[in-house]
């Protein structure tokens, strides 16, 4: 596989969990942001009837008519129905869904206060709002804190957030994987081009040089390739002109011998001392040559 391939498999592997991980705890803070938000409305809605209520006891001193109050604005499922939209005083102005059923309560004990109504309380811990009365708590307004709503303007919301999340997660991907690619191929090219230097290289063409761009290690790298190149490129015209000055000390008194002895043969030169005298010396300076490079070759070796 190539390094490329390796390197691309390995972003896109970063930014698939990134990403996955990114939009699952985004996924989940709105859904937390959500019901906090249904449970501060609820809050919110049980205070305001508490007031409300508060002010149709003090005006009637009954909680009957407080209980008819909050079945008439359609407050608890199991009161009439019928009054079609909410009318007069209490949620109807709030523009919101049902947050019942909705309990009065003693304020000391926690029993019912009429058993018209909701006649049960439920096993769970209640969310309660206190009924005030000329600054006294007179009772409380009771309800079961709700489950997150389902409903279909609800499930909108919780689609249309998770699309949200998914479309952004997507695009922010191939973002990051465009971004991502081309970083991969400005480290790569360098790379690339050094990797061409060196074939070149093996091939026996030491003029090779890469061009140098950056300060990082990759340049850094190239410039250590580049100095290898000409100290392989040096070294090998140091040994050219070593085997052009060695064969030119070699010719010459090979040229002599060869040269004293043909004429010898020829009967040019008479066989005599002095003749094979001149040729022994000549001999004894291509020995001294082939001594030297014998411990030349040596001195490489260690």
């Known amino acids: 596989m190539r390094l490329s391939t390796k390197v691309l498999a390995a972003l896109v592997a970063v930014i698939f969990v990134g990403l996955a991980t990114a939009g699952i705890l985004i996924g989940r803070t709105a859904g937390n942001a959500y019901r906090v938000y249904l449970r501060g409305y609820e809050e919110q809605q049980l205070f305001q009837l508490a007031a409300e209520a508060g002010e149709i006891y003090a005006a009637t001193d009954s909680w009957p008519a407080v209980q008819d109050w909050l079945d008439e604005n359609d407050l608890n499922p199991t009161a009439a129905r019928g009054n079609g939209a909410m009318q007069g005083r209490g949620r109807g102005r709030m523009g919101q869904p049902d947050i019942g059923p909705v309990f009065l309560v003693d304020a000391q004990t926690g029993e019912p206060l009429l058993e018209t109504g909701v006649g049960f309380l439920p096993d769970g811990p209640l969310a309660t709002a206190p009924i005030f009365v000329d600054g006294q708590v007179v009772a409380l307004l009771a309800i079961e804190p709700t489950v997150v709503a389902t409903g279909t303007a609800e499930q909108a919301l919780l689609n249309n957030v998770t699309r949200a999340i998914l479309l952004s997660a997507i695009v922010a991907g191939l973002v990051a994987l465009l971004v991502g690619w081309l970083l991969v191929s400005s480290i790569l090219r360098p790379l690339r081009q050094l990797g061409t230097g060196v074939a070149q290289v093996a091939d026996g063409d030491l003029q090779v040089r890469v061009d140098v761009h950056g300060n990082d290690e990759i340049a850094q790298l190239t410039r250590n390739f580049n100095r290898m190149a000409e100290n392989l490129q040096e070294q090998e015209g140091l040994r050219q002109r070593l085997v052009s000055d060695i064969a030119h000390e070699l010719r010459t008194p090979l040229t002599v011998i060869e040269g004293n002895?043909?004429?010898?043969?020829?009967?040019?030169?008479?066989?005599?001392?002095?003749?094979?005298?001149?040729v022994a010396t000549e001999t004894q300076h291509m020995a001294r040559l082939v001594s030297d490079l014998h411990e030349l070759a040596q001195a490489e070796a260690g």
């Not at 043969?265 to 094979?276: A, C, K, N, R, W």
């Open 261 to 278: 002895l043909q004429a010898i043969i020829d009967g040019v030169y008479p066989l005599s001392v002095d003749e094979l005298r001149g």
